[in-house]
Structures are given as C-alpha cells and as structure tokens.
C-alpha cells in the first residue's frame, strides 16, 4: 500500500488511506503543488483552519539514486498569499520513503492552546503534548537533541523555531540532517503555517518500514550509475560546489557585476573576496571544520560544510552564498564569522535565512540600523528570539520592514525577498523573480546557470534576447526535478550531460515501471505551475503581481543595465 496520511489537528486524529488516484502519478513538488491547487481554498487565511500543510517525498527518494533525499513542503503561503512548494534537505524524506508514505497531510486547527510533538512510524501516527522545554525559545539545535533523546537518535525531525510558534511571515520548518545539525524548508512561511495548527515538531521513524520496491533492479542500477557518473563529470558538481559550496559564487557574480550590494545599489564592491567561497573554505580548513559535507544520505555533491568559530568549534552548515551575500554584500557586512553567527541565530529561531537577511538591509535602509555595522545586525536579529515589537517586523521579512518604515527601495516581489543576483545584471533570473509563482525565488528558474555559469549554453546576462525562453525553460524543467526528490544542482550537470538528463528518466521508469520520454518530463513540468498559476490567480493575484519594484528602473553600476522589459515581454514567460 502507498500510505496517504491525512492528520487532523482539531479531533487529534489521523487516517491512513491509500494514495488518492488523482495524485498517484505525482511525488515532491508536482504532488504538494497540485494538493494544494486541488484542496487548499484559495482564498483561505494562511494561518486559518481551511490552509493545509503536505509534505512529500520525491519521485527517487529513499533509493540509492545520488541526490534523491530532498523534501517537498506545500500550502498557501503567510508571506505571499500565493501557492509555496518549499525544498529541504535532511533526513525526514528519505524515511518517508521508506515507511511507503506518498505524503503526509496536517489539516484543521487544535481547539486547545497546547503544542504537539506527532510521531509518524510503522505503526501509524501518534500525538503527545511537545515536551515544555523545547517552546518559548530553545533553539532548533537543543529542540532536535531533546525529541532525538525522546524518540530516539536515528528519527527524522521536522520543527518549528519560537519563529513558527510567533506565527511570523519568515518562519521556516527546519529538519535534522545526518549528522542532527539543522536544513531548511526556507522560504515563504511555511513554519507559521505548521505554528497555526499548534505542531511543534514531526518525528519519523522507520525502522520496520517496507522499504522503497524497485521494478527493475538492473535497469535502475545501470541508470543510477550513469547518473552519478555526470554529478562526478562536471565541473560545476564535482569541483565548485564540493570545494567551495555555494559561496563560490560570490566572486564570481562580484566579477559578473551582479551581485546585489547596498540594498541593490550597485552590482560590484570592493570586499567580496573577504567573504566569498574561497576566503570561508580557507577559514573552514584553518580551524579544523568540514568544508564539504552532504545535507542526506547519498549526496555525492556534498556543498554544505561545517563552519567553526575562532575557537574551532562547529557555528553552521549550510552556509549558502545567498544568506553570505545578502548580510555581506546587501548589508555591508565584511565579516564572515559575523555572518555565520548570524545563520546560526536564523537556524536556532527558525526563520528563513534570505528573507530576513534582506530584512536586515531593509533595516539598513531605513536608517534602523547603520550600513555594515555587524554587531547591531546580531543585536536586531537577537530580537526575534525575544519577540519584540522590531523583532517580530524583522521575522516577518523584507516586506515587512519596507512597509513599516514607509520605504520604496523594498526588493520583493508578491512581498518574498529578491535574493543574491541583480535581475539589471542577470536578466534571465529577473524574469523568474517576476513571474514563478512562487514569489521572487531563483531556484524556480536559475537562468544564473546559462546567463552567468554557461552551463546549458550561453544568453547573454546583460541583454534581453533570448532570456524569455530561458527562464521559461528552466522553470518548466525544475517544476519537474523538483518533483523527483532530486537536489536542484543536479541541473548542472544534467543540462550539459545529455545522458545525465537520459539516466534520471531511466531511474524513474526502472523503479515504477514506466516508460516515460523527455517530452512527458516536459510535461509535467507545465502541469504544475499551471495549477499553481491557476492556485494564485484564485487567490487574487494578477499579472501587476508579476513586476519587480520600480527602483530597478535606475542603472545598476558597473555596467549601468536598467530592468528594462516591457509587461508584454514579462507576461509572455510563462504563457504556454
Ligand atoms: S548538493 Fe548541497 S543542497 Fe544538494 S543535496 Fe548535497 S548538500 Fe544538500
């Protein structure tokens, strides 16, 4: 049996059906995208009892695949009030996998003021009160020890920071990766949605599960092996991101003149290098940390570390270039230790490391606190911990302080922060901020990769030809990876590998027993946003939601490119 679990947080109840027909073809992003276009009310309150929350394993989870472990988190979005699939690493998807479980569904609101702790294992699904410790302010890293201590040391943990319990707009839902340091499903809110219905934590266990059944054992492994064959190919997935992890790029969009500085005000500074990829792995290996590490099982890219502190004790993992550029560069912090104190803060509260480092720069702007200056950032990110009046604004997210303080020059587009690539000086990527429906999000469509990396071929970053196919493609072929369990940087080497894209299909087909082709891939990939597009366009949105702000209007130096597509160009990417 493929388990549907569907918990019910007003009766304390759930039931453990067979997967619904209409979503057995569906897994990760396709099948949270499509529950909530189907059973989430569009015009629902977030935190209201009609908004449900899903998470979903990906079509390759829980197999030998390289890369297959990553999670899909779906439901109507606090922050932009559209359609949200969230992507995390971790161990939680795996297992989910492997007890048979296609996804799980937490619906209703509890009428009582208790929090919840609900453990989901061969044995179905149990409730207990969340242990008093762990609210109110423990953070995320304690959390997960104390229900690892209870539930035991191998279970998977989804949780809620105070960030989720104060049902703040950045909230995110954290998971324990191997090793029971912190991944996140970041972005959109998604912790103040697990917060309305009183879930503090999900703990799964799988032991005595059935497993992940296979059709076609040799055919799988062959695919499975040519698959990992391109991870370990090409340049990007074995070289840049093991050595360097994400952080890589700051140097390399600094160079591009892209990357974002002063709240947007210039594409280029003079300290990148202080806090980019190169200069964190030195410091990593001088203090004895890990500077390549995986966030699953079965990860071969492994671009996440451990960053220690000056003492040499571990700070953070999952150090990503676009929370180091948004405090580092947007916020005009030069200090990288600064920086990972502050992920660390993010991680242990439970808030979206993007959003509110653009909140921070937001704050920067609005005179809050001074350009660059390290330790009043930690002092105002210290707040959200606290619960102060500024410390809930800030939790909320850029919009939020953008609208508090009466700003204009406010990065957001559907009210999610822009994140770490200049859309003047990378204008592929701007046409997916615009127009995924997701809120200004890269991962939905990373023309990055062909306008700045070349990888997929070449569109020039700094013109507009060609950049409306790009972003519609890349959109369309991650809507679909993104259902497949698989980290979205397998994208580098499977748009350059042909038979790297050829033996993921492979996978799929040996282990269902299918017989898909590239264009049903393509397919799918249309399927899903057009259910979310259908979601948001439900919920109220139109296409003046697909703009960016108007200050990009201004040239972005050095190369002083300005935002620079007409509403006809803009609303003709995702017009298939
Ligand atoms: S490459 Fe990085 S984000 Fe992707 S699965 Fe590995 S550690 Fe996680």
């Given at each position: 049996m493929i388990k549907f679990i569907r918990v019910d947080m007003s009766s304390k109840s759930a039931k453990t059906e067979e997967c619904p027909a209409q979503y057995a073809g569906l897994a990760g992003r396709g099948l949270t995208s499509l529950f909530v276009a189907g059973?989430?009310?569009?015009?629902?309150?977030?935190?209201?009892?009609?908004n449900k929350l899903i998470f979903a394993p990906g079509f390759l989870s829980g197999t030998t695949a390289a890369n297959s472990g990553r999670l899909s988190c779906g439901a109507k979005s606090p922050l932009t009030g559209g359609i949200k699939e969230s992507n995390t690493g971790g161990t939680f998807s795996q297992k989910m996998a492997k007890l048979g479980i296609k996804a799980v569904v937490f619906e209703?609101?509890?009428?009582?003021?208790?929090?919840?702790?609900?453990?989901?294992?061969?044995?179905?699904?149990?409730?207990?009160?969340?242990?008093?410790?762990?609210?109110?302010?423990?953070?995320?890293?304690?959390?997960?020890?104390?229900?690892?201590?209870?539930?035991?040391?191998?279970?998977?943990?989804?949780v809620i920071g105070v960030a989720g319990e104060m049902k703040l707009t950045g909230a995110n839902i954290s998971f324990a990766d191997p090793d029971g340091n912190i991944r996140s499903a970041g972005r959109g809110g998604l912790g103040a949605v697990m917060g309305s219905k009183k879930?503090?934590?999900?703990?799964?266990?799988?032991?005595?599960?059935?497993?992940?059944t296979i059709a076609d054992q040799e055919t799988f492994k062959g695919a499975a092996k040519r698959f990992a064959k391109a991870l370990t190919t090409h340049p990007v997935t074995s070289q840049g991101l093991p050595q360097y992890g994400t952080n890589v790029l700051v140097n390399i969009l600094n160079e591009a003149g892209g990357l974002p500085t002063k709240n947007f005000r210039s594409g280029r500074n003079a300290w990148a290098n202080n806090i980019g990829g190169e200069t964190m792995a030195a410091t990593i290996k001088e203090r004895g940390g890990k500077t390549t590490h995986g966030c699953h099982k079965g990860c071969i890219i492994r671009c996440s570390q451990h960053y220690m502190d000056k003492d040499g004790k571990y700070l953070t993992s999952g150090f990503e270039y676009e929370t180091i550029w948004a405090l580092g560069a947007d916020a005009a912090i030069d200090d990288l230790d600064a920086?990972?104190?502050?992920?660390?803060?993010?991680?242990?509260?439970?808030?979206?490391?993007?959003?509110?480092?653009?909140?921070?720069?937001?704050?920067?702007?609005?005179?809050?606190?001074?350009?660059?200056?390290?330790?009043?950032?930690?002092?105002?990110?210290?707040?959200?911990?606290?619960?102060?009046?500024?410390?809930?604004?800030?939790?909320?997210?850029?919009?939020?302080?953008?609208?508090?303080?009466?700003?204009?020059?406010?990065?957001?587009?559907?009210?999610?922060?822009?994140?770490?690539?200049?859309?003047?000086?990378?204008?592929?990527?701007?046409?997916?901020?615009?127009?995924?429906?997701?809120?200004?999000?890269?991962?939905?469509?990373?023309?990055?990769?062909t306008n700045i990396l070349r990888v997929g071929g070449f569109v020039d970053p700094l013109k507009k030809e060609g950049q409306v196919e790009l972003s519609?493609?890349?959109?369309?072929?991650?809507?679909?990876?993104?259902?497949?369990?698989?980290?979205?940087f397998i994208a580098f080497a499977i748009l350059d590998i042909p038979d790297g894209f050829n033996a993921l299909v492979d996978m799929i087909n040996a282990q269902y027993g299918l017989s898909l082709t590239a264009d049903d891939v393509t397919e799918l990939g249309k399927t899903i946003i057009r259910a979310e597009l259908d979601f948001n366009r439900r919920a109220g949105f139109t296409k003046a939601d697909d703009r960016l702000p108007e200050f990009f209007e201004e040239p972005c130096p050095p190369h002083n490119t300005t935002w620079d597509f007409t509403d006809e160009e803009i609303d003709s990417v995702l017009n298939f």
């Open positions: 059973e989430v009310k569009p015009t629902c309150h977030p935190l209201g009892k009609n209703g609101l509890p009428a009582d003021d208790k929090y919840y702790v609900i453990k989901i294992d061969a044995d179905g699904v149990s409730f207990d009160e969340a242990p008093a410790e762990t609210l109110g302010g423990m953070g995320n890293y304690d959390v997960v020890k104390v229900l690892q201590a209870k539930y035991g040391a191998d279970v998977g943990v989804a879930i503090k934590a999900v703990v799964i266990d799988d032991a005595g599960g059935p497993g992940v920086i990972a104190h502050a992920d660390r803060e993010f991680d242990e509260v439970g808030v979206d490391s993007i959003e509110t480092s653009v909140a921070v720069s937001v704050a920067m702007e609005a005179g809050i606190i001074p350009w660059g200056d390290a330790k009043a950032a930690l002092d105002l990110i210290g707040q959200i911990r606290k619960g102060t009046p500024l410390g809930r604004i800030l939790g909320s997210g850029a919009g939020a302080v953008g609208q508090m303080y009466g700003l204009t020059r406010v990065p957001v587009v559907k009210n999610q922060a822009i994140p770490a690539y200049d859309p003047r000086a990378v204008k592929g990527v701007g046409l997916t901020y615009a127009t995924t429906p997701m809120g200004a999000d890269h991962t939905a469509g990373y023309a990055v990769a519609r493609n890349l959109q369309i072929a991650t809507a679909a990876v993104d259902s497949t369990g698989m980290c979205l």
